[in-house]
DNA sequence: CTCCCGATAT
DNA sequence: ATATCAGGAG
């Protein structure tokens, strides 16, 4: 585990590499992106974002979700992957906007999570963007990147690394550090050849440097 | 824990 | 061919 120090160095370095990091997800209200995240589960942003413009285009409120049969949902977000699971959890979502909030998409984590397809992560996500409310979703790349780094322990499942980060790192920087993570994930430090040569945080990543001794 | 699932990178 | 992608539900 790093020390104060140190995570003070991760922060700053990042911050350096990916000063304007932000959501990718391309959305203009709560509604859109709240819809736009759920796709994203197990999908790239730059995929959703080829399709949400469509999306969005012939669906601008929940009622209209529920407007057309859940086989032409389906297709109409077949190429992003998991499209039944996630075209039921859309029209299941839209019903309970209508029935219990108004057709508005709540700004309460423990509201949030109650809609169908939305769990912790997600409603992270719309709490920190759409509100601004302080919160650090863990996705793949907080988590890969937080461990990399040492920043929680290997064994923490997602909670438990959301919860360490909290701990760690100051209350308003919660949200921007958030972001770059995932740029640092996602541009640098990425699953399958992440950068190690060229990272300016190697001398203090144990993976890291296993990675490069092996590989070279 | 397993299942859901197509697109893309490696 | 296989791993991975802003996860969540059962």
Redesign the pocket.
């Known amino acids: 585990m790093l020390t104060k120090v140190q995570i003070r160095h991760v922060l700053d370095t990042m911050t350096e590499m990916f000063p304007d990091a932000?959501?990718?997800?391309t959305h203009s209200n709560p509604f859109e992106l709240t819809i736009a995240?759920?796709l994203?589960?197990?999908?790239?942003?730059?995929?959703v974002n080829?399709v949400t413009p469509g999306l969005f285009e012939k669906y601008k409120t929940p009622e209209d979700y529920l407007s057309v049969p859940l086989e032409e949902l389906?297709q109409d977000i077949?190429?992003?992957?998991?499209?039944?699971?996630?075209?039921k959890?859309i029209q299941k979502l839209c019903r309970s906007l209508i029935d219990d909030y108004g057709g508005v998409i709540p700004q309460e984590r423990d509201e949030l999570?109650k809609?169908?397809?939305?769990?912790?992560?997600?409603?992270n996500?719309v709490t920190?963007?759409a509100f601004g409310e302080p919160a650090i979703?863990v996705?793949?790349?907080?988590e890969?990147v937080s461990k990399r780094l040492a920043l929680c322990r290997w064994k923490d499942s997602v909670l438990e690394v959301e919860k360490t980060l909290m701990r760690k790192i100051p209350r308003d920087e919660w949200s921007d550090t958030?972001?770059r993570m995932?740029f640092f994930?996602?541009y640098h430090c990425?699953?399958?050849?992440p950068r190690c040569t060229e990272c300016p945080l190697l001398d203090l990543c144990r993976e890291g440097k296993k990675r490069v001794k092996v590989t070279g």
């Open positions: 932000e959501c990718e997800l995240v759920l994203s589960a197990q999908a790239t942003d730059a995929l080829k389906e077949r190429r992003i992957g998991l499209f039944r699971s996630k075209a959890n999570v809609l169908a397809g939305v769990g912790r992560k997600t409603a996500v920190s963007v979703a996705d793949t790349h907080v890969r958030h972001h995932i994930g996602r990425k699953a399958q050849s």
